[in-house]
Each structure stands twice: as C-alpha cells, then as structure tokens.
C-alpha cells in the first residue's frame, strides 16, 4: 500500500488550517450578531410592556423605560417620570459584548414614557446598540411617534401612500345621522409582508364639533373581517383645514405581500344607524383622475358602507375603477411584533348576523369561572354606569374557591346601538378559565392560560 507523500500532507495540512481559520472567522462573525440580536430583543420586549402596561392601565400608572448608556443598562420604572435608586425599578443589564453607543429622543432626554390612552410616545427616536470590540456591528431600535418598536440595521419610517386626494368636497356625507354609512379605500401591499402600526388620512371638519371616529383596516371587502382598529379619536381635534391625521394600532397590523387591503373609516355613534346621534361633518382629501394610468392603481375610494345598518352592503364604489380615491398614508415596518398579549381585549359588539349592538339597558354581565365547582360572578351593569347610562366601568377581585382573580370590565363607548367594550385580564394575576356574558350574550372565553375566543356576541375582537 502506498503512503501519503510529505507533498500531499503539506497540501491537506494547509486546506485544512484555511478552512479552520475561515470557519473561526465565520463563527466569531455570527456570535457578535447573535449577542447583538439577543441584546436588542430584551430590550425591544421591555419597551414592549412598558407601553402595554402603560394602555392597559396597570395599577393605575404609566410606566416607562431609562436608558442609561453610561453604566450600559436601562431601567424598567412606574410614574410618569424615572426616579434613581427607586426600590421598584427594575435594572437590566446589557451584555458585555454589547454596548449602548448613542440614543437620540426628541426633545433630548433618556427616558421613553408613553401616553395611557393611545401608547404613543413624545420620546421617539433611536437607541443604537453596537458590538463592544467591532463598533461596524450594530443594530437600532427604533420607536416611532405611535409607540411601535422595531428592531432595524438603520431606522426609518417606511411609507405605502396615495397623497395627491386634495379635492375639497364633500365626497362622502359622512357622519351621516340619516344612516348613509362610512367612507373607505382600498390599498394593495408591496412584494413584501408589512406590519402596519398606523395610518394617516388627509382630513378636515365643516362643523365645530363631529363625532368621535376611528379606523379599522378589513381584508377581502369593506365588510370583510376586521383585522385592525386604532384608537378612538375626538372628532373636534380634528383641524378645520385638512391636515394629516393619524389613527394608531396599538397592535401592529399584519398585512400580506401582494394583498388588497381596505380602510373603512367609522364614527360614534354610528353613521350607518339612520337617528343614531352621528353629527357634523368630516371631509376625506380625495382625488378624481380619468387620466390613464390612472391616480392610484392599487385600489379605489368607496362610500355609504353598511347603509341603514346593512351588515353586508359593501358600499358604492366611487366612479369607474381606480377614477376616485382619499388620500392615505400607511406607516408600517417589516420587523414581527413582540407576541400578542391578551391582558386588554377590545370588542366591537356584534350579533351573529353582523348587527351592532349596545348595552345600554342591559340589567348585568356575569363571569362564569371554569373551576371544582363552577364559581359565578353577576354583576349590576346600572350600578357601575354614570347617570346618563354612557360609560360602564367595573373592576374587582373574585373568590373563586380560595383563589383570587383579578378583572375588569369597561367600556370605550357605549349607547343603545353600538358598544366597545373592552376586558382587562392579566395572566399575572388570573389562572382560572372565565367566560363573560352581557345577559345572557356571550362576548368571550378566556382559558386557563389566557388565551381568549371571542363569543357569538362578542363582534370583533382585537388586541390592545
């Protein structure tokens, strides 16, 4: 048999070093983005519950998130600003490979606070974590205005918009007290998928005070499944010169590559409900081009959705295809959302034939716990409303067989024909299964664990 010569070892030898070196360099390369990645989560996800806990109203108190980049940490603290050596602040520290190289809020500052009723944030801007030994690896993390957290390479506000929609005119009746519905768009998505975290619209008021409105986004039509509402918005804040408005998400909306999406824009009470008490007068900027190609391509303007309380009305389509359309703005990122969590749930009241429904006149709302035995909880909805019967608001601790749990239950609106309602059930504190009634309807089951089911009179459910 024949050897190896001293040639061929030399050979094997010095592939061999080469290939050990190359994979030593990829391996050093992959542990400093791993450590950056790992540091950037942790500290997305405590941003995160900061906000979370902030909209949920969690004791009360808004809560919020120090950076200190002098001793690379950042601090978990409740109140509405940072107090140092504050026996109930919680310190994280950032990893040693990793170092806190910048930060840059409006307005200046370390700390990020956010807004109890829409989670947004004056403290927007870029924390910039980089490797500690090779400063040309970093990653940023990036808040918005809206209190949405990204993780990005270089931040930047990423834009899917038609903006041209400046005609003045009354387009759409809208709010309308004779029941002539909403107002919509549609919009396509690009190549890639997107998690919307709001949206603006070029609008203005006519009337000194409209109603309250919001926005929802819907797949497959503008009666389709609501897979987003933002926040209630005071319709008097709106500017009697158009200006662009921004609806938020507090949780961000997942939209699909290469998808035809709609924005339906709703007011309380309700435009669709002829009598309903909807007032005044909103304008959305639109546009009306015959030009070929047309304004915008990827969807068109609609009006009177849901006329005279017609669950299934899609609306008329304004013009021929891609003639008529508002102008919009979607802000969105690219990066998943932290995990959903169900301690805030909000419901759009709804029977199982899509009709909107209210409680006010309901007589109670029952928890029924799943337990050894089954323990049930009535409450009186006209011992927990105001006078005028527009605002429900009931929290306690319930017994059930020993165990403590801890709900509450209010609404965001509320009159006899539209409800939203909304569940505060914190896993922290609640480890029983729960389903909740309005006389006898059932909104929604929670399980052990938390994870809720909306009920057959529960309508849509989100995500707060």
């Known amino acids: ?108 500052g370390s700390d990020i606070i956010f807004d109890r009723l829409t989670g947004e944030t004056s403290a927007y801007g870029v924390v910039t974590l980089e490797d500690s030994v090779n400063s040309l690896f970093k990653r940023e993390i990036c808040i918005n205005r809206s209190g949405i957290v990204e993780i990005q390479q270089q931040c930047a506000e990423n834009l899917l918009f038609y903006d041209t929609g400046t005609t003045d005119l009354d387009l759409a009746s809208f709010p309308s007290n004779a029941g002539q519905g909403d107002p919509g768009q549609s919009f396509t998505t690009g190549s890639g998928d997107v998690y919307a975290g709001s949206v603006d619209l ?98 068109d303007a609609w009006r009177y959705i849901n006329e005279n309380n017609t669950p299934i009305y899609e609306g008329e389509k304004l013009g021929p295809v891609d003639q008529y359309d508002f102008s919009f703005k979607i802000v969105y990122g690219i990066d998943p959302p932290s995990a959903k969590d169900s301690r805030h749930m909000e419901f759009d009241l709804k029977d199982a034939s899509g009709f909107s429904w209210g409680i006010e006149g309901a007589a109670s709302s029952t928890l029924v716990f799943s337990d050894i035995p089954d323990v049930a909880m009535n409450i009186s909805i006209p011992d ?32 006899s024909n539209n409800t939203i309602l909304s569940v505060h059930r914190d896993g922290r504190f609640n480890d029983k299964a729960v389903t909740i009634y309005i006389d006898s309807k059932e909104i929604v089951s929670y399980t052990a664990i938390g994870d809720p089911t909306v009920g057959v009179h529960g309508g849509s459910m989100i995500y707060r």
Request: aromatic fraction near 12%; avoid cysteine.
């Open 1 to 108: 048999m024949r050897g190896f010569t001293l040639i061929e070892l030399i050979i094997v030898i010095g592939a061999s070093a080469i290939f050990i070196a190359t994979s030593v360099g990829v391996y050093i390369s992959f542990l400093k983005r791993s450590y950056l990645d790992v540091a950037a989560r942790e500290m997305q996800s405590v941003i995160n519950l900061a906000r979370s806990q902030t909209i949920s109203s969690e004791e009360s108190q808004r809560f919020g998130v120090h950076i200190d980049d002098i001793n690379n940490e950042y601090i978990f603290f409740s109140g509405d600003s940072y107090i140092v050596g504050d026996p109930e602040n919680e310190i994280f520290a950032v990893h040693e490979r990793v170092s806190i190289s910048s930060l840059n809020f409006q307005g200046g």
């Open 202 to 299: 070029y609008l203005r008021k006519t009337t000194p005070d409209p109603s309250d409105i919001f926005l929802e986004i819907r797949e497959a039509s503008t009666v389709g499944d609501v897979i987003g509402r933002s926040w209630i918005l005071d319709g008097s804040s709106i500017g009697d010169s158009y200006g662009w408005i921004r609806f938020i998400f507090s949780d961000p909306v997942f939209l699909q590559s290469s998808t035809q999406y709609f924005l339906r824009l709703r007011s309380l009470p309700d435009s669709a409900i002829a009598l309903s008490g909807a007032a005044g007068t909103i304008y959305w900027g639109y546009e009306h081009s015959a030009s070929s190609p047309p304004g915008y391509a990827g969807g």
């Open 384 to 415: 927990f409303s105001n006078a005028s019967s527009t605002v429900f608001d009931w929290e306690d601790d319930v017994d059930v067989n020993g165990n403590i749990e801890k709900i509450r239950i209010h609404t965001n609106y509320m009159d």
